[in-house]
């Protein structure tokens, strides 16, 4: 079966169980048409780029389905008429990337970064350094 990735952007008056019933919601779509998720994973509550329908902020639901054409057709239908939902995107790919996402990686990096790591313990892992300032004597060299 081809395999999606699919994000769903959720209003942002939604509570967290209201967030968990529309996942829910859109696993029971997919089992129902032959479909299975892989892996999901809930980005939080995040600014959006421009304004949609008055929402400055969305509810990010990233899933992986391996699904036929159908069961994806069908989903996108509902998702499309849910008033809970202010976009769907589904991305057709060939194989999905091994582990985290990199919107998963960046929760991690920002609470390392403002969790208290020390400094050098973080250059470490592949954070740009600053320069070192150049001096006269190296220069003329």
Not at 47 to 57: F, G, P, S, V
Not at 64 to 93: G, K, M, T
Not at 99 to 123: L, W
């Amino acid at each position: 079966m081809p395999l999606y990735e699919c994000v769903v952007l959720g209003r942002q008056e939604l509570s967290s169980t209201q967030v968990e019933a529309l996942d829910v919601a859109i696993v029971d779509c997919l089992t129902t048409e032959k479909g299975q998720v892989l892996k999901k994973e809930s980005w939080g509550s995040r600014q959006l780029a421009y304004k949609i329908n008055k929402n400055k902020k969305a509810h990010y639901l990233y899933f992986e389905i391996d699904a036929p054409s159908v069961a994806v057709d069908e989903l996108n239908r509902r998702l499309r008429i849910h008033d809970d939902v202010l976009r769907s995107l589904f991305v057709r790919v060939d194989k999905f990337i091994e582990g985290e996402t990199a919107m998963m990686k960046n929760k991690d990096d920002q609470s390392r970064r403002f969790g208290g790591a020390p400094r050098a313990a973080v250059a470490d892992q592949g954070y740009r350094q600053a320069p070192k300032p150049v001096t006269e004597s190296e220069d003329v060299q």
